[in-house]
């Protein structure tokens, strides 16, 4: 583990004894009863597909209320009408599900739009917020800079009276989108531009998933999101590091509105080397074609490693491994490949699969003969049982198992060397036939009938190789996956490029495999092993009759 460590860069990893400082913030409001139980939330906006970042987030709130006794809600920042969508919230219910959290409640901030309207009108009435009749652009440039005041808008003086007549009438649908915004009245010269008098409300005349039309007005993330936690008596609510500058206008609101006092902590969010985490770029990819969908294998989605054979376990373990940082990191991918192999060695079944078929024909093996040998499903659990698996004259065997001039301490197969094919017989190479291009058309072996497992005193040899029964071997079609993206710090692109620009155009290679006839039977919901070669998992959607698709998870080794 602590080569895992230094390599990927995940210096703060928890080590699974000391607290993070959201623990020991939780513990310190235990012990001193500023809480008495704790209560957390998940808020993903519904307008995409969750990610590995949202898995961290996921396992962060759910695990850090679970730890202590407490409960998570499940709530939808659902204010912006134009990008979101259901399909979305049934993803996420379907995704958090599979990582194994269960939420107190489901909540959706369209539910608070009515008492949010309510608590903007009583601001307005104390003197706190006002209806501004400036354009966005004008908003915007009188914001001033962070050396220079902003400029009050003309309409900041307004009555209350005024702000709330106009107010109401924005919510009745009188005024088109942009023509009028609701603001909060802060100060225009704060060095914090966040609170220099910070939009509450923008007009949208949309459709809206869930309210439909009955609301023209939307609130903004800044003036939701509190209002939401504290609705709800959310005790800790977590969030990643951008939002620390939102922080003094999250705690105003609640003070002025004399609510709940929910708190905001932040952590640094999760950035994974040769992946973009953006939901805009993960819709853009999906939309454009360069991906077959939010569920692409290669995709950093829930659901695009779901299908890629990675286990709710195995993304635990590496939000646990990943642990809570304070300040932006980039975690290598190298690590979540650790944790699918950690977690997949101790529950896969293994079988033989070649995917890079050369023929081997045992010169002196009878020719109709088939023998079955056994083999464990999983070496480290004997529960699972065994596999029969069929021998005879004719194998397959990888074509890189063989070398016609190997180095030195080459130990798979070469000519006039001995390997033992994996539970099976030692074989010793004879003859190498090549075709009219040059290239190995067939290995002749010759099989020492003496080496049969079981069969007395038992030969080593150096090399063991896996192989298929040519008669026997059930064809496969094989996805092998690489990294989306060639570039390890997708967020710091050279100068005039785009992210789209480092797309791996050999992320994905298609392979025809041999595979054991044990395979195709096996029913198990995780990924197998494809002995000395990797973890793959069936894929439901490319498999139907008569043609079965496996996709790679990760390589049993790390490739890079
Ligand atoms: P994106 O930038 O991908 O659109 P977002 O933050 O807008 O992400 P939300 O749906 O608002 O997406 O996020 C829900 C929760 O997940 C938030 O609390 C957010 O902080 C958290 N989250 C999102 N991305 C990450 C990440 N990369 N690492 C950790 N937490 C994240
Ligand atoms: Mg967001």
Redesign the pocket.
């Known amino acids: 583990m602590d080569e895992i460590k230094k390599k990927t860069g995940a210096d703060e990893m928890a080590d699974g004894k000391s607290l993070n400082f959201l623990e020991e913030i939780v513990e310190e409001h235990l012990k001193n009863g500023v809480h008495k139980s704790i209560l957390t939330r ?4 519904p307008n ?1 597909y969750l ?1 590995i ?2 898995a ?2 996921i396992c962060l709130n759910f695990g850090l209320a679970k730890k202590y006794g407490g409960m998570t809600n499940l709530r939808f ?1 659902d204010t912006n009408p134009t990008k979101e969508d259901v399909e979305y919230v049934d993803s996420i219910k379907e995704d958090v599900k599979w990582l194994g959290f269960d939420w107190a409640n489901e909540f959706y901030a369209s539910d608070y739009f009515e008492q949010l309207y309510q608590w903007a009108c009583e601001l307005i009435k104390k003197g706190l917020a006002y209806v501004d009749d400036q354009s966005q652009e004008e908003i915007r440039l009188n914001r001033g800079t962070v050396n220079r005041a902003g400029v009050p808008s003309p309409n900041r003086e307004r009555s209350p009276q005024e702000n709330l007549d106009l107010f109401q009438r924005m919510r009745a649908g009188e005024f088109p989108d942009g023509s009028r915004v609701l603001r909060a009245k802060i100060d225009m010269a704060h060095p914090n531009m966040l609170m220099r008098d910070p939009l509450m409300y923008r007009i949208i005349h949309a459709h809206h998933h869930r309210t439909g039309n009955d609301w023209c007005i939307y609130p903004m993330y800044d003036y939701a999101h509190g209002q939401s936690d504290s609705l709800e008596n959310i005790t800790h609510s ?3 590091l951008e939002f620390d500058v939102h922080r003094p206008l999250y705690d105003w609101f609640i003070e002025k509105l004399e609510i709940f006092p929910s708190k905001q902590y932040e952590f640094a ?3 994974l080397t040769y992946t973009v ?4 770029k993960l819709l853009e990819l999906v939309r454009k074609g360069f991906v077959s969908g939010w569920d692409d294998p290669r995709m950093p989605t829930i659901c695009g490693l779901r299908r890629r054979g990675y286990t709710p376990e195995s993304i635990r373990l590496f939000a646990d491994k990943v642990g809570v940082a304070k300040r932006d990191n980039i975690i290598d991918l190298s690590l979540l490949e650790w944790c699918v192999r950690e977690d997949l060695n101790k529950r896969a079944n293994r079988y033989m699969t070649v995917l890079d078929p050369v023929k081997l024909v045992i010169t002196n093996y009878p020719d109709n003969d088939v023998e079955y040998f056994q083999g464990a499903l999983n070496p480290g659990d004997e529960s699972a049982g065994k596999r029969k698996i069929p021998f005879s004259k004719e194998l397959y065997i990888e074509r890189d198992d063989f070398m016609e001039d190997p180095p030195k301490k080459y130990f798979r197969l070469k000519p006039g060397g001995e390997v033992r094919l994996k539970y099976s017989y030692i074989i010793k190479c004879e003859e190498v036939v090549k075709d009219s291009d040059g290239n190995i058309a067939e290995i002749r072996c010759t099989y020492d009938p003496s080496s049969k497992p079981g069969a007395g005193e038992w030969r080593s040899v150096k090399g063991t190789i896996h192989w298929v029964s040519v008669e026997h071997a059930k064809e496969v079609s094989v996805n092998l996956f690489d990294r989306l993206f060639t570039k390890p710090e997708m967020d710091d692109l050279e100068e005039g490029k785009e992210y789209i620009d480092y797309l791996n155009p050999d992320s994905l290679k298609v392979v025809t495999g041999y595979a054991e006839e044990a395979l195709l039977k096996d029913n198990s919901a995780v990924a197998v092993q494809f002995e000395r070669t990797g973890y793959f998992v069936k894929d439901a959607k490319e498999s139907f009759e008569g043609k079965t698709t496996f996709n790679r998870t990760v390589g049993l080794k790390s490739a890079w």
């Open positions: 998940f808020p993903p906006e995409g990610h970042g949202h961290k987030s920042d977590i969030c990643t969010r999760l950035n985490m953006s939901k805009r």
